[in-house]
């Protein structure tokens, strides 16, 4: 199979302008003759299932959550990026290009990555219309902060909800269109495999989440925003229900899956405080300016750490990274965290924390200086840890947070079956090998505002209006069989363990093995362990209640089927890149002092999988899409 | 490590809606301080799964206090004992060895429950669909910065449009108003001058959408704020009176 990104010829900053303007175009009393489906409703999928119902098109959204307003997008804190430059600190849509093809260590597409800059612009005028209550200067225009090291200030944002704000104002234009019959809206409806007839994706099958009745929906183009895959881990920062399931599902149909081995892990986390722990909290890097990580320098030195003399404080970042400190990224400062407590240093009951302490900056600026900036996030820590912040230091940890890794798409965000689109964190287009902070929200959008509306138009106008195969075709009922079959092959093991347990180990298997940091070893290790634990699934889970009600668990079963195979393909993509880049650090494949090196002569290019069967073990294939950077010159990140 | 506590729990069982439910009970030995309340059902649930029982259903996602799926109601008191903290954030700590608690769910003739501790809230989106919103097509917005909006509006907008939907305060309320509700989203939009222009019709419009689907009225008790997770004022609902009288007198 030939991967071709069908990116645009010419300069950067013509590339999108251009396309836009090649595309073809659906005539307006054509476009209501084509049904396009979404699924997921965040902010990739509420903001396509709008703007493409605005446009005229049918649209059918369905969401897995009561409402399309719960999706996860909602919990993103922080902020979202764009270059206006409204601060006048010389930021411009190429540096925002720039930092985040050099964020993601140059594992990204240029043409996708600026075309993302671009588009960034007309997001917050898009969000400002719609009544989203950014935060504001004095003079009633937009404020906007550095976030994640950046060295302009160009992130946007709602006090700590961010994500929240701008969910809700897609969710809203989203009601609006279903109000004016534009989208038909199914929410708890969880997709379970998506149909393909004469190659091209044609329509879905459901379980509707409250009567267990399975559906067949017909359309002629079907858009996957599903979010990403963190929940394999078992413990992350994801919500409870976001999972794998569509993307997995379409990926065993033949669609490409991207780079599953780049994870992003969040460094700073409320640690784990037992085995009943069901999620992690993420509290805002924020914290960084301010706090300073430490660890005591003695092994086991049980001290309160207000007994601890400076001198015997080990300040591993600052000693380690001079020039940015306590603010170097995401994927640095975690690798850190992980390499002190690996080597015995690490602090609280399970030893598998370290100190954010905030005791200087309380000294220089007072109290409520302190507060003002971070009461919130204290007093979150304080409500779940049960220590209070301004007293002792934090405790904290690094928790599996986003995933770069998805479905393969090309620039249209097409995937390489004909009419199945990926949107959002469930493609793996534009951050490479690692996430800069605020650009979550801003990909969702663009993609969902933006580019998706007019690239599907590109594809529909080659289809012939009003083509129906009916829903008792064939394809339609072998689909529906085989979701059917495995929620009754779930139901029939009637084993001794429970799908949490399952799930758990699973994620423990991940975390230690495809986590922070790998090895060959550890990799190899790992791929066998989850063979054996998924044959052990399939034979001793026990899955309560009956199929046809609510029935959670039995949702669950279903979307840890698919993390097992999800986890041997992550574990296969991570030995097969034989270098360390992003956030992918292979132990193999670093300096002396620690630091990733990268491989670029060998592995600058995406690695995309394609499903060929299991058996035991997974069978996959590797298809590689060569980068080619045109604009920007390959770098080695250094924080020192 | 702090030692485990026992907690009597009496929670809801129903098949469907139109069945009758009864009340289940269970001791739990190992219950932790640290757990959160969500953690201790989910605890629950392993335990009675390993005895061949049913699990208890409720509804979750983020657990953390932000997209507003879970809404038990933990002994009367809607996310239960904790000002402004959904029950998906509360932690155990909160209670002490040998303590009983009863879970329901809300209580509402337009939150129709679907399955123990889940109810239907679809009531929500229906409001926000007739008119929860500010009309503007995606492409057509104009730059940013061109509409300067006060900084105290607009903070105070975001005080009302930090709503989780969780409908804690209809089930709070005695009349099972959705009023707070409505409110705070009316009151998000009308700060911003591009709210401006619907506002009038957009109160008509959700309120009566509100009776529509058989919540009651507001009878001032403000109940309602005084279980909102997030802190929102009751100053919503007077607001949203004095539109929908005006409209109506217009």
């Known amino acids: 199979m030939k991967l071709d990104s069908k990116a645009p010829e010419g300069p950067l900053e013509e590339k999108w302008r251009k396309h836009k303007k090649e595309m073809k175009l659906v005539a307006p009393n054509n ?27 049918n649209v059918k959204s369905f969401c897995i959550q009561d409402s399309a307003r719960r999706a996860h997008s909602i919990a993103a804190q922080g902020g979202i990026n764009a270059a206006k430059n409204y601060p006048n600190d010389g930021d411009s849509i190429w540096r925002l290009f720039y930092d985040t093809i050099k964020g993601g260590d140059y594992r990204s597409r240029e043409s996708n990555v600026y075309r993302l800059a671009e588009v960034a612009n ?68 969880e997709m379970l495999d998506v149909v393909i007839i004469d190659g091209q994706a044609r329509g879905i099958i459901t379980r509707d989440l409250v009567s267990g009745e399975l559906k067949r929906w017909e359309a002629d183009a079907v858009v996957l925003a599903t979010g990403g895959y963190g929940n394999v881990f078992y413990l992350s920062t994801n919500a409870k229900n976001s999972n794998v399931t569509a993307a997995w599902r379409a ?23 037992g085995d009943y722990q069901s999620k992690l909290t993420l509290m805002s890097e924020s914290l960084r300016n301010d706090g300073r990580v430490w660890v005591p320098r003695k092994k086991g030195d049980d001290r309160h750490p207000n007994d601890i003399p400076d001198e015997e404080r080990f300040y591993y970042l600052e000693e380690k990274y001079p020039s940015f400190g306590n603010l170097v990224p995401r994927d640095v400062a975690s690798r850190n965290a992980k390499i002190v407590c690996d080597e015995g240093l690490g602090v609280g009951p399970t030893g598998l924390s370290v100190y954010l302490d905030f005791r200087d900056v309380i000294k220089r600026d007072g109290k409520d200086t302190v507060a003002s900036k971070y ?29 770069m890794g998805g479905l393969w798409v090309d620039y249209n965000l097409m995937t390489n ?75 029939n093991i009637n084993g001794k363990r429970t799908i949490v347990d399952f799930h758990r180990t699973l994620g423990k298997i991940v ?81 002396e002092e620690g ?12 690695a995309a999988w394609e499903f060929k069967g299991v058996n035991g073990q997974l069978q996959e294939e590797l298809y590689k899409e060569n980068l080619e950077f045109e604009f920007v010159e390959l770098k080695q990140r250094s924080y020192k | ?87 998906c954030q509360l932690h155990m700590r909160n209670y002490k060895d040998g303590d009983k608690i009863t879970i329901e769910p809300p209580r509402a003739a337009a939150f129709p429950i679907i399955k123990d501790l889940v109810v239907d809230r679809s009531a929500f989106d229906r409001i926000i669909e007739v008119g929860g919103y500010v009309s503007v097509k995606t492409g057509s917005a104009q730059e940013a910065n061109a509409l300067p909006v006060e900084k105290e509006k607009s903070d105070e907008a975001f005080e009302y449009a930090a709503c989780i939907g969780c409908g804690a305060c209809v089930a709070a309320c005695p009349n099972a108003s959705a009023s707070l509700f409505t409110g705070a989203k009316l009151a998000h939009l009308n700060k911003f001058p591009q709210g401006e222009v619907e506002r009038s019709n957009r109160a008509v419009a959700m309120v009566d959408q509100m009776k529509e689907e058989g919540f009651g009225d507001c009878s001032n008790f403000a109940e309602c704020e005084a279980v909102c997770p997030k802190g929102i004022s009751i100053s919503a609902i007077a607001e949203m009176r004095r539109d929908y009288m005006k409209a109506l007198v217009s």
């Open chain 1, 31 to 57: 476009k209501r003759k084509y049904e396009v489906i979404v699924v997921g409703t965040g902010l990739a999928g509420g903001a396509a299932a709008a703007s493409m119902a605005e446009l005229g098109y």
């Open chain 1, 122 to 189: 007309e997001i917050i005028d898009q969000a400002v219309a719609q009544g989203v209550p950014f935060a504001r200067e004095y003079g009633g225009l937009l404020a906007n902060r550095s976030f994640g090291g950046a060295q302009v200030s160009r992130t946007f944002y709602a006090r700590g909800q961010t994500g929240q704000q701008l969910l809700l104002g897609a969710y809203q234009a989203m009601m609006r269109q279903v109000n004016e019959g534009g989208i038909e809206y199914h929410p708890r409806h």
């Open chain 1, 251 to 273: 990926h065993r149909k033949g669609a490409l899956f991207a780079n599953p081995c780049y994870v992003q892990v969040h460094p700073t986390c409320i640690p784990v405080s």
């Open chain 1, 375 to 403: 009461g919130n996030l204290f007093d979150m820590y304080e409500n779940i840890a049960g220590e209070n912040p301004y007293e002792q230091p934090m405790r904290i940890y690094p928790a599996v947070h986003y995933t």
């Open chain 1, 417 to 491: 079956i004909p009419g199945l689109f990926a949107t959002g964190e469930a493609n793996f287009s534009d951050h490479g090998a690692n996430r800069l902070g605020a650009s979550a929200l801003m990909q969702g959008l663009s993609d969902g505002y933006f580019v998706l509306p007019a690239t599907i138009g590109n594809y529909l106008a080659d289809v012939k209006p009003g083509t129906r195969y009916g829903t008792d075709h064939n394809a339609f009922i072998e689909a529906e069989k085989g979701a059917q079959d495995q929620i009754d092959k779930l139901l």
């Open chain 1, 511 to 591: 975390w230690d093995n495809i986590g922070i940091a790998r090895n060959k070893e550890d990799l190899e290790k790992a791929i066998k362990e989850i063979q054996e634990l998924r044959e052990e699934f399939w034979t001793n889970v026990y899955v309560p209640g009956e199929k046809n009600n609510y029935n959670k668990y039995l949702e669950f079963a279903g979307r840890v089927a698919d993390f097992f195979e999800l986890a041997e393909l992550m574990a296969r993509d991570a030995l097969e890149r034989e270098e360390s880049c992003g956030c992918h650090l292979r132990e193999e494949y670093q300096s």
């Open chain 1, 595 to 606: 630091e990733a090196i990268r491989n670029d002569e060998d592995f600058s290019y995406v």
């Open chain 2, 1 to 87: 490590m702090s030692k485990d506590m026992t907690i009597h729990l009496k929670y809801w069982k129903q098949a469907g809606p139109d069945v009758p439910g009864h009340f289940e009970e269970y001791t739990l030995d190992t219950v932790n301080e640290h757990m959160s309340f969500l953690e201790m059902l989910d605890v629950l649930n392993e335990e009675l799964q390993l005895k061949g029982k049913e699990p208890v259903e409720f509804d979750y996602d983020c657990r953390e206090g932000i997209c507003g799926s879970c809404n038990l109601v933990i002994n009367g008191q809607a996310h239960g004992p904790k000002a402004e903290v959904a029950c």
